[in-house]
């Protein structure tokens, strides 16, 4: 565990782009000054697999972290002329992605319906974000041709599998989730969720399960390079906003959106479904079904071979705390004494999944005698030495 400061309190913009690059990217300080030090970490992880060319990203966090403010940042920061944006949200979370998308991203924001979903957009010279609703999918059919600079999914586990969203892609693809899969598995839809992240990057579905079932035994994390799990555990300096803090947050876009004439949606409360059970079934095979999922991971798969994977040459968001960070008197990073992590490295660069210790501890624990397997090896920056001299 470590601490990393707010950006906000550094009364400056943050540069994203590293030396040597061409051109320098930096995120403004009007948009800085409402960044928490969480949304900075996956900034900086969309804008470090985009400055190296992989095609997309997952980002995977727990709720209340806010995607609309941390994608709208990412806009800014890159998105300087003539481009398309498609967002696929919820309408309960719409207002949110236009707030930000419109305050933040600086973009013209365009609600997709059965009115102009045909448009084309021909010779647009201004910068525009789509906003589809995820329940109005077949709307997304109009959309299959256009040259987006950037497809961004909300909830994306529950959409991925269907058929129109394999056809909608940018130059740069962004999933997000709020689901763990390390709690809750489903190797199928993981595939599919990166594959259309990043095309081709963890091959076929059979290799996949392969892979996937030894990284799970040995606790490697192999989709570091895709998929970024962030959680509140995850720095200590993190701070999960009280009720309160969002509860205000909620009335201001409200009121947002009623002054610009936008419908806000109220809160619905999700009716549980009773479950109808089989009189004709015996009642050991209702619960054996209820026991098993359709996210069933393949364990009896045997294990032939590797996948060798690029290595990490640098740990960038280390790199940008550092750098932006080099002028404060104060630590930039200090260890906190937890238990199970005394003397790890680095989570971000390690390759194990980063996880939660208290939400997902029941799948932790049990992997958590290290001393009896091989530990893999990972390289190591400059900058992470630095850190781990700091500490």
């Given at each position: 565990?470590?601490?990393?400061?707010?950006?906000?309190?550094?009364?400056?913009?943050?540069?994203?782009s590293?030396?040597?690059?061409?051109?320098?990217?930096?995120?403004?300080?009007?948009?800085?000054?409402?960044?928490?030090?969480?949304?900075?970490?996956?900034?900086?992880?969309?804008?470090?697999n985009?400055?190296?060319?992989?095609?997309?990203?997952?980002?995977?966090?727990?709720?209340?972290?806010?995607?609309?403010?941390?994608?709208?940042?990412?806009?800014?920061?890159?998105?300087?002329?003539?481009?398309?944006?498609?967002?696929?949200?919820?309408?309960?979370?719409?207002?949110?992605?236009h707030?930000?998308?419109?305050?933040?991203?600086?973009?013209?924001?365009?609600?997709?319906?059965?009115?102009?979903s045909?448009?084309t957009?021909?010779?647009?010279?201004?910068?525009?974000?789509?906003?589809?609703?995820?329940?109005?999918?077949?709307?997304?059919?109009?959309?299959?041709?256009?040259?987006?600079?950037?497809?961004?999914?909300?909830?994306?586990?529950?959409?991925?599998?269907?058929?129109?969203?394999?056809?909608?892609?940018?130059?740069?693809?962004?999933?997000?989730?709020?689901?763990?899969?390390?709690?809750?598995?489903?190797?199928?839809?993981?595939?599919?969720?990166?594959?259309?992240?990043?095309?081709?990057?963890?091959?076929?579905?059979?290799?996949?399960?392969?892979?996937?079932?030894?990284?799970?035994e040995?606790?490697?994390?192999?989709?570091r390079?895709?998929?970024?799990?962030?959680?509140?555990?995850?720095?200590?300096?993190?701070?999960?906003?009280?009720d309160?803090?969002?509860?205000?947050y909620?009335?201001?876009?409200?009121?947002?959106?009623?002054?610009?004439?936008?419908?806000?949606?109220?809160?619905?409360?999700?009716?549980?479904?009773?479950?109808?059970?089989?009189?004709?079934?015996?009642?050991?095979?209702?619960?054996?079904?209820?026991?098993?999922?359709?996210?069933?991971?393949?364990?009896?798969?045997p294990?032939?071979?590797?996948?060798?994977?690029?290595?990490?040459?640098?740990?960038?968001?280390?790199?940008?705390?550092?750098?932006?960070?080099?002028?404060?008197p104060?630590?930039?990073?200090t260890?906190?004494?937890?238990?199970y992590?005394?003397?790890?490295s680095?989570?971000?660069?390690?390759?194990?999944?980063?996880?939660?210790?208290?939400?997902?501890?029941?799948?932790?624990?049990?992997?958590?005698?290290?001393?009896?397997?091989?530990?893999?090896?990972?390289?190591?920056s400059?900058?992470?030495?630095?850190?781990?001299?700091?500490?």
């Amino acid at each position: 565990m470590f601490y990393v400061k707010n950006p906000s309190t550094l009364n400056k913009p943050w540069i994203l782009s590293k030396q040597g690059d061409d051109t320098p990217i930096s995120i403004p300080l009007e948009v800085t000054k409402h960044l928490k030090n969480y949304h900075i970490m996956a900034v900086e992880f969309l804008y470090h697999n985009y400055r190296k060319g992989i095609k997309g990203s997952i980002l995977n966090q727990e709720p209340d972290m806010n995607y609309p403010l941390e994608l709208s940042a990412f806009f800014r920061a890159l998105v300087k002329g003539p481009a398309i944006i498609l967002v696929i949200c919820s309408r309960q979370s719409s207002c949110f992605w236009h707030f930000h998308l419109t305050n933040h991203a600086d973009v013209e924001v365009i609600q997709v319906t059965s009115k102009n979903s045909s448009n084309t957009y021909k010779g647009n010279t201004k910068k525009i974000a789509l906003l589809l609703y995820s329940d109005s999918l077949k709307l997304a059919e109009d959309l299959t041709e256009h040259d987006f600079f950037s497809v961004v999914i909300e909830n994306f586990d529950q959409i991925a599998i269907k058929r129109v969203i394999k056809r909608l892609n940018g130059n740069f693809n962004v999933g997000l989730t709020c689901r763990s899969f390390y709690t809750d598995p489903d190797q199928k839809l993981q595939w599919n969720m990166l594959n259309w992240a990043n095309p081709g990057c963890v091959g076929k579905l059979h290799e996949f399960y392969e892979i996937d079932n030894k990284n799970f035994e040995l606790f490697n994390d192999n989709y570091r390079f895709w998929w970024m799990r962030l959680t509140w555990h995850f720095c200590e300096s993190f701070e999960k906003p009280t009720d309160e803090d969002l509860e205000t947050y909620s009335r201001q876009i409200e009121n947002w959106a009623s002054s610009n004439s936008l419908i806000f949606p109220s809160k619905q409360e999700k009716k549980p479904r009773k479950r109808k059970l089989d009189k004709t079934k015996p009642q050991d095979d209702i619960i054996s079904d209820s026991c098993s999922s359709e996210a069933t991971i393949i364990s009896d798969v045997p294990i032939d071979k590797d996948v060798q994977l690029p290595i990490m040459d640098e740990s960038p968001i280390l790199t940008s705390i550092i750098k932006n960070f080099e002028i404060s008197p104060e630590p930039i990073l200090t260890r906190a004494s937890v238990p199970y992590s005394q003397d790890r490295s680095l989570p971000y660069t390690q390759t194990q999944p980063t996880c939660s210790y208290d939400s997902e501890s029941s799948v932790i624990l049990s992997f958590m005698q290290e001393e009896d397997k091989p530990k893999p090896s990972t390289s190591r920056s400059e900058s992470e030495d630095f850190i781990l001299n700091l500490i």
